[in-house]
């Protein structure tokens, strides 16, 4: 897909087609079976109105106009209760996360910029930074290695050019959480380089352990950014709301320009009903996590019942996980990780997994990605499995004033000294 680009340091904005959402779009709403969704299990609006006393009468008055272009107060202020440094007036609500990672990058990067993606990841993760003209490297993990993180590696992708960082964490897809001395570490990282680190924790609050949850990063480093949504641990993906959080002001101002291009605002009903999500989130937390800690052992089970065909690194947060296949990992020239890996999971999905599904077809050779992917197989998220789910420089910011343009491609740049 290539569509002709106004950018003047880019001609055309590409983006390869994101394969792994072409694959679900194919089969997600015909699957009688989903065992790869990764999002926790969901709800009707009218479980949602329980959840407050008078819910019901306000979600009609909701007026649908135009909603406030970061989002309406009420909303701004559930989400910064999830931060402990990083007020209401330092969110942006998005349509979604994903329009949050493509505002990000967008607002961030331009051709001749350097950024570093944790990988295996999301698809959108990598084609969207790829889409800026940016050079993109891939701080790769792998299963031989425990999926651990090598900070030495880390080190040595950065260069002069390198302009941000992607994390995600908890993981999509293995499921895993870094410690939090890593995590510390890899901060100090950024900052010391002065690298935007955008962090992805469309995950957070669903560590199985959540002792073992890590502060958000936009607390603990000025320049990172929080990407949230109510789409994964609190499985509401059908509102379609997500967020930035960043104490970056310019930061802040570069993603709102662009969002006047992208959807000015999000809906207001779906507004309202995640700002009642989160005021009661511990509620669907709670019965998420329930979920996961009943279909793990399952899993365990089903995995040693199956260990000449599967191994896997037990996740430790999200709803999901990222079976190897040893047989993909002893062929020439892969390694998990390699595409090789990818078509393990899909084979968990659709030839050997306990139910029946009508994902069978696509059979080993789904178009499953090596180094991204949004769903993986198997989840731990489903209580009813048979229902198929439905600066340059800082006065230079956001709006070139001269112009009175909005960049895409780099309108943040990293400000003077
Ligand atoms: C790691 C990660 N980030 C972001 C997203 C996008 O989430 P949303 O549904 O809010 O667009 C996904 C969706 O699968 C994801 O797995």
Redo the contacts with the bound molecule.
């Keep these: 897909m290539a569509w002709p680009g106004r950018g003047r340091d880019t001609d055309v904005v590409e983006l390869s087609p994101f394969r792994i959402e072409r694959f679900y779009a194919q089969y997600e709403h015909s699957t009688p079976f989903m065992l790869s969704s990764?999002?926790c299990e969901s709800r009707t609006i009218a479980e949602l109105l329980e959840l407050e006393p008078d819910a019901h009468g306000r979600l009609l008055e909701c007026w649908c106009g135009y909603t406030e272009s970061p989002g309406g107060p009420g909303l701004r202020q559930a989400i910064a209760s999830l931060y402990e440094r990083t007020g209401a007036e330092e969110v942006v609500v998005t349509s979604?996360?994903?329009?949050?990672?493509f505002l990000l990058y967008h607002a961030v990067l331009r051709a001749g910029d350097h950024v570093i993606v944790e990988t295996p990841?999301?698809e959108?993760?990598l084609e969207v930074a790829r889409s800026t003209g940016a050079e993109v490297s891939q701080w790769r993990r792998r299963y031989e290695d425990g999926w651990a993180h090598d900070l030495d590696a880390l080190a040595d992708l950065i260069r002069p050019a390198t302009r941000l960082l992607y994390l995600?964490q908890p993981h999509?897809p293995t499921g895993t959480l870094m410690a939090r001395p890593v995590f510390e570490h890899v901060i100090g990282l950024a900052r010391a380089h002065g690298l935007v680190l955008f962090s992805?924790e469309?995950?957070r609050e669903l560590e199985h352990d959540p002792a073992d949850r890590l502060p958000s990063a936009c607390d603990l480093y000025e320049r990172a950014v929080s990407?949230g949504?109510?789409?994964?641990s609190y499985g509401l993906?059908g509102l379609?709301?997500?967020w930035i959080a960043t104490r970056d002001g310019v930061l802040r101002d570069a993603v709102a320009a662009l969002k006047d291009y992208t959807t000015i605002c999000a809906s207001a009903p779906s507004e309202f009903l995640t700002a009642l999500a989160l005021r009661n989130r511990h509620v669907l937390l709670d019965r998420n996590l329930a979920i996961v800690r009943r279909n793990l052992p399952v899993l365990d089970g089903f995995f040693e019942r199956h260990a000449e065909t599967f191994e896997w690194i037990r996740p430790t947060a999200s709803p999901i996980g990222f079976p190897a296949s040893p047989e993909s990992m002893t062929s020439p020239g892969t390694a998990h990780g390699s595409p090789r890996s990818a078509s393990c999971s899909c084979q968990a999905r659709s030839t050997t997994s306990p139910a029946t599904s009508a994902s069978a077809s696509a059979g080993p050779t789904c178009p499953m990605p090596s180094d991204s992917l949004?769903?993986t197989s198997p989840t731990l998220n489903t209580a009813t499995p048979a229902r198929a789910r439905r600066q340059p420089k800082a006065e230079q910011r956001v709006h070139d004033l001269r112009h009175d343009r909005v960049r895409l491609g780099g309108a943040y740049r990293r400000p003077a000294g």
């Design positions: 990764s999002d979604c996360a994903e329009e949050g990672i990841c999301y959108s993760a995600n999509n992805d469309v995950y990407l949504s109510i789409s994964k993906p379609r709301i997500g949004r769903r």
